[in-house]
């Protein structure tokens, strides 16, 4: 019993030594590479004052101690329950965000600027992941980068009160469901370098 406390104990020292948080401007982050120097947003609510987050622009890098880190990530409940939080730019690096979306309880999100150039989720069960969907009652606006190569499974799924999208000329492929029941959508512009839309991409876009 002893040696699966000192294991256990030894383990939970490791663990904690390789989650370092540490706030950069208004929001904290956690190391998830040390090695290749990645970071993902944290959860904010643990950490911060969720009421000063009010339009928030998620750096490129950040740096701590000296080291120079790539935001490469959305960490789970990054943004849950900020109230506040009235607009959210991601930035090009970001690659991945969590099963559960991190903007849940965020109730006053109208704006989204949507710069991840290419993006999937932690999980393989890709068409169970709804982003946005979570603020469908209050985003009004999506704005994508300009250098944005890949729209994700149902990145702005039932997102009602959008009603003109603009995609950048960078865009190669949107996956299943990218737009789909975003029923006050009435003007869209496709760029020229599309290759494949996938066929739910628009469905239920009345």
């Not at 994700?152 to 039932?158: G, H, I, V």
């Not at 997102?159 to 950048?168: D, F, G, N, Q």
Request: with cysteine.
């Amino acid at each position: 019993m002893k040696k699966y406390l000192i294991l256990f104990f030894t383990f939970s020292i490791v663990c904690f030594a390789n989650a370092q948080t540490f706030k950069y401007g208004e929001l904290y982050y956690n190391i998830t590479n040390s090695t290749s120097n990645f970071v993902e947003v944290a959860q904010q609510a643990y950490y911060n004052d969720v009421a000063t987050l009010v339009d928030v622009i998620v750096p490129e890098i950040v740096e701590y101690n000296e080291i120079t880190y790539k935001v490469t990530a959305i960490g789970s409940g990054a943004f849950e329950n900020c109230t506040s939080l009235r607009s959210v730019s991601i930035p090009k690096n970001v690659s991945r965000l969590p099963q559960i979306s991190p903007f849940q309880g965020c109730s006053s999100l109208t704006t989204v600027v949507w710069k991840s150039i290419t993006c999937s989720w932690y999980s393989f069960d890709y068409y169970d992941r709804y982003p946005f969907t979570v603020c469908a009652n209050s985003i009004t606006t999506f704005i994508f980068g300009d250098e944005v190569e890949h729209i994700p499974y149902n990145l702005c799924y039932k997102l009602k009160h959008v009603k003109s999208i603009v995609l950048p000329e960078s865009l190669k492929y949107m996956a299943e469901g990218a737009f789909q029941s975003c029923t006050s959508l009435t003007s869209i512009v496709l760029p020229n370098n599309l290759r494949e839309v996938s066929r739910s991409g628009f469905c239920g876009c009345t």
